[in-house]
């Protein structure tokens, strides 16, 4: 019973297969008794219908009878099961709807400092999967009603809205939340819900999702505390897997490097490889002057040469050519990417210069 009731389109689907069966299995039988098609056709739809205008021809034969009978039978009860699940498709998706909306914000009333991720498409899924997993209270907010259906199956509080919609932001309890991820495909929705819920809640940590590159510095301005460019860091870590292969593979494929960023992670850490550009600002420098220069933002662990030659702890004098691969340890990957790739000039004592 709980089967047939969870699917309404399945059941509808079911019930006017059944009936169309019944339709030309019982037209079909008329037929064979000499009526015409026309006839037929309609003596069935008065049975199944049960409208009761009266036969078209005598039913004055056994044979007769039982078709008659046995489109009764079927035919009224398909009729039953097909009206029902009508009626079920056209109520119960809305009443689970209404149900399950009001059941998601009576549990969203009861969190505090949870995280609010905006959009639950490739991204979403992974991001929600993790914090879940991680036992993080959080509330997703999606406008796909397929979506929503697919988060709250997962158990996940799903809200269904327009997250550029403050209104929506509020339902989610973002005066509460102490985090919140934009990671819609859409960049310019990004940026105006970092600026909705930076101006709801002063406090809350942002992090937003960025396609294009130019798109990074206006999350900053409209308020988000970090940026995260798939992309951007998809190609980088591409590039590293080609230009470092075995560096690459040392870090990330490594039981023990793995174990290590998870340590790194705990601490607020990360361990990156970065690829020193031809006109980068902290190329051709020794150590000792890329440390002082951007005020000892992160710490270089080893240097890989272009001509294959790795140099573990390296010393402060030692000078970073274009081209090499330098493993770094600091507390942001983007700051360490962003500090690296700066044109010449542009970092002094740990920033960019705009």
């Not at 929600?128 to 959080?138: S, Y």
């Not at 709801?200 to 942002?206: F, G, K, T």
């Not at 890329?290 to 702890?313: L, Y």
């Amino acid at each position: 019973m709980d089967n047939l009731i969870a699917h309404p389109a399945r059941n509808l689907f079911r019930g006017a297969i059944f009936m169309m069966i019944v339709w030309i299995g019982a037209t079909g039988a008329y037929e064979r008794a000499g009526w015409s098609f026309a006839d037929a056709l309609y003596m069935v739809t008065l049975t199944v219908f049960t409208v009761g205008y009266g036969e078209v021809r005598p039913i004055d034969t056994t044979y007769l009878h039982v078709v008659t009978m046995a489109t009764m039978a079927f035919g009224c009860t398909g009729m039953i099961f097909l009206s029902g699940a009508l009626i079920q498709f056209m109520t119960l998706n809305p009443l689970q709807q209404l149900l399950g909306g009001r059941r998601v914000q009576s549990e969203i009333a009861k969190l505090d400092k949870h995280v609010i991720v905006c959009g639950y498409g490739r991204i979403g899924v992974e991001l929600a999967k993790a914090l879940n997993d991680g036992r993080a209270p959080l509330v997703v907010i999606e406008q796909d009603e397929h979506r929503v259906a697919r988060a709250r199956d997962e158990g996940l509080n799903c809200l269904q809205g327009d997250a550029t919609n403050e209104a929506t932001l509020l339902d989610a309890g973002i005066a509460k939340a102490r985090a919140l991820a934009s990671v819609l495909p859409n960049d310019a929705a990004n940026v105006f819900i970092t600026l909705s819920a930076r101006n709801l809640n002063r406090e809350i940590e942002i992090i937003a999702r960025g396609d294009a590159v130019s798109t990074e510095r206006k999350l900053i301005h409209a308020g988000a505390n970090k940026v995260v460019l798939p992309t951007h860091i998809g190609a980088e870590r591409i590039a590293e897997m080609l230009l470092f292969p075995e560096t690459s593979r040392f870090l990330h494929e490594s039981e023990h490097m793995r174990d290590l960023e998870r340590q790194l992670r705990n601490l607020g850490l990360v361990i990156e490889v970065v690829v020193t550009p031809e006109h980068g600002a902290l190329t051709n420098l020794t150590i000792e002057d890329i440390e002082a220069r951007t005020n000892s933002a992160f710490f270089i662990v080893q240097i890989n040469r272009r001509d294959g030659e790795a140099i573990t702890s390296p010393e402060k004098k030692t000078r970073i050519n274009a081209g090499d691969g330098v493993v770094v340890v600091g507390r942001s990957a983007q700051t360490i990417n962003a500090l690296f790739a700066a044109p010449r000039q542009a970092v002094r004592s740990g920033r960019l210069t705009p």
